[in-house]
């Protein structure tokens, strides 16, 4: 059981977690029509009274577009000042994870994106790590991501996360931590919550936009970081076989943050990641605001 944080945003309003409760007639819990975000908070530990929040603009920019692919025109700009305002209601003092979420609201049935009334709300839990810090081992699953032209794959629409559900509880039931999804053309796509990277002979290697992943956040960072530190970048696609024999293979993700890949199936990776680490360590520390070339990331609250 998650610790909540005490205040959620719920129909407009903020009120007490626990009094924040929807009707089992809602539309979105019948045919997933919703779509949510996934920020986390730090409490800063220089600063005390300061919350730091990670890339707060673009993580509201991705719900406001998946809003739109729902039919629920949402600005940026309202679910960022909720945002603000739900991590000053609840004074967080250890991180957390914010989860907004944008659904179909009404009540009562026919699967449909128009005439149909939306909301959207917000709630919180502490949350550490997601994934093993030391590493995880991964399966290939028996589940393909699933391809534009079935659902809108740039927004992250709640329905689509039975895939991930079926891999990842097929990758634990049978020994593994986690799941990686190849996508229909039989290329690597993506974890059941992160984005896959792969290192050979020193390039950062990561599937493209067009393999069928979602666009994320951390993954976008971490292109940029290892631009700005040298490293080569190809955004390609990434096959199957090429995980087991990666120098390095790592999951990126807000959750996850980075966490190595240690096996994949029955292969072993190598226990030396030089470029995972380098690109963990940076990222750790510009997500706790203790790196001022990447402050334009980072966005203060004042408790
Ligand atoms: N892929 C999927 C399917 C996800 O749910 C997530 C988590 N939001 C990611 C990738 C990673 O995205 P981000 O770095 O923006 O958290």
């Known amino acids: 059981m998650h610790n909540f944080l005490p205040i959620a945003y719920f129909e407009g309003q903020f009120r007490d977690f626990n009094d924040a409760k929807i009707s ?13 975000g996934g920020l986390r908070g730090i409490p800063d530990p220089q600063h005390p009274g300061q919350v730091l929040l990670f890339r707060l603009d673009r993580h509201s920019q991705r719900l406001s577009t998946s809003a739109r692919l729902l039919n629920y025109d949402l600005p940026a700009e309202t679910i960022q000042s909720v945002l603000i305002d739900f991590v000053k209601k609840n004074q967080p003092q250890v991180s957390f994870y914010m ?10 049935i026919s699967p449909r994106l128009h005439q149909v009334e939306k909301n959207f709300f917000v ?21 393909y991501r699933q391809e534009d ?16 559900s ?26 059941s919550g992160m984005n896959v990277f792969i290192v050979r002979n020193g390039r950062l290697i990561t599937p493209g936009f067009e393999q069928d992943i ?22 390609r696609p990434v096959d199957k076989t ?19 890949v240690r096996q994949v199936e029955t292969y072993t990776t190598p226990t030396h990641r030089p470029i995972t680490t380098l690109l963990r360590d940076k990222l750790t520390a510009i997500t706790e605001g203790r790196d001022p070339a990447y402050d334009p990331w980072i966005f203060r609250v004042a408790l």
Not at 99 to 108: I, K, Q
Not at 216 to 230: C, F, K, Q, Y
Not at 242 to 260: N, Q
């Open 24 to 36: 089992i007639a809602t539309h979105a819990l019948h045919y997933g029509t919703g779509a949510f």
């Open 99 to 108: 989860r907004p979420f944008v659904y179909t609201s009404d009540l009562g």
């Open 123 to 143: 709630y919180g839990l502490e949350l550490g790590d997601y994934l093993s810090p030391e590493g995880v081992s991964c399966r290939i699953s028996s589940w």
């Open 149 to 164: 032209r079935s659902l809108p794959l740039r927004g992250k629409i709640s329905g689509a996360y039975i895939t991930s």
């Open 166 to 191: 079926l891999a990842k509880t097929e990758a634990v039931e049978s020994g593994f931590d986690e799941a990686i999804l190849m996508n229909s053309q039989g290329k690597v796509s993506e974890a």
């Open 214 to 235: 979602l666009e994320g956040i951390t993954r976008d960072s971490i292109l940029t970081l290892a631009r700005d530190l040298g490293i080569e970048v190809v955004e």
């Open 242 to 260: 090429e995980l087991f024999i990666a120098d390095e293979v790592f999951l990126s993700g807000t959750a996850a943050k980075i966490t190595p």
